[in-house]
């Protein structure tokens, strides 16, 4: 993509997770193609902005603290897996979920697919055509909407991005006991099979964007539900989705 793309908890934790609080910057990418995950479709970091408050986590297992302020009660579990999470006229699959997961870990997951399906949505549309940035206020907080929109005003008009995009969910991680309340989601997303297309409809892949890229992104609840608040890169073409 040519951008890039956040509760409430019980006393839960299982084992493989590494908990330590921690401040994560939003971290995007400039150029063409796609970072794999959401806010910027190449491979550079080139943009952050810090958001206090949240906590980093291993890539497995799952961990929780007390809820307060969530509307998960609505959410079953159950029905939030692969299948009801990908899109297939977009293109997008998710490949897996974490097991065992809660109310509230299932709603962070579903805002987190929802953010980033927004943003490859940006990518796979030629520039200034769709809808834009229009309902980004429903996926993200302003800080990330920001960059995001700054990357898509950047582009050519008629630029796209072209093929499927797999992402598997490898962790989710809420924290009720910081302030603000934060959740973690650690994701692998794989763009590989993805072609870049100028505004005159020339292929200008680049070779040096990577297949895969793990992320890990930040949320927070808002009244409505939860918003990414940033996305950090931990690794290119060492994870599977």
């Not at 692969?82 to 899109?87: C, F, G, H, R, W």
């Not at 040096?208 to 930040?218: A, R």
């Amino acid at each position: 993509m040519t951008g890039v793309r956040v509760a409430a908890r019980r006393g839960r934790c299982v084992a493989g997770v590494v908990a330590v609080l921690a401040a994560v910057s939003v971290v995007a990418c400039s150029g063409s193609g796609g970072s794999g995950a959401s806010a910027t479709p190449s491979g550079g970091a080139s943009a952050s902005a810090t958001a206090s408050g949240s906590a980093a986590a291993s890539a497995s297992g799952t961990a929780s603290a007390p809820a307060s302020a969530s509307a998960a009660e609505s959410v079953d579990p159950a029905q939030v897996t692969a299948e009801s999470l990908s899109d297939e006229e977009l293109g997008y699959t998710v490949t897996s979920v974490p097991e065992g997961m809660d109310a509230v870990q299932a709603e962070v997951v579903q805002a987190y697919v929802a953010y980033d399906q927004f943003t490859w949505r940006l990518w796979l549309t030629p520039a200034g055509t769709g809808t834009g940035m229009e309902g980004a206020d429903e996926v993200m907080t302003d800080t990330i909407r920001e960059y995001i929109a700054g990357q898509y005003a950047g582009r050519q008009p008629g630029q796209y991005l072209e093929g499927p995009v797999r992402t598997s969910i490898e962790n989710v991680v809420v924290y009720g006991e910081v302030v603000p309340e934060a959740a973690e989601v650690i994701v692998c997303s794989d763009r590989g099979d993805m072609k870049d297309y100028d505004g005159s409809g020339q292929d200008v892949t680049s070779p040096e964007i990577p297949g895969s890229t793990e992320v890990i992104l930040s949320l927070q609840p808002e009244i409505d539900g939860w918003r990414v608040s940033s996305e950090r890169e931990l690794s290119r073409n060492e994870c599977l989705a």
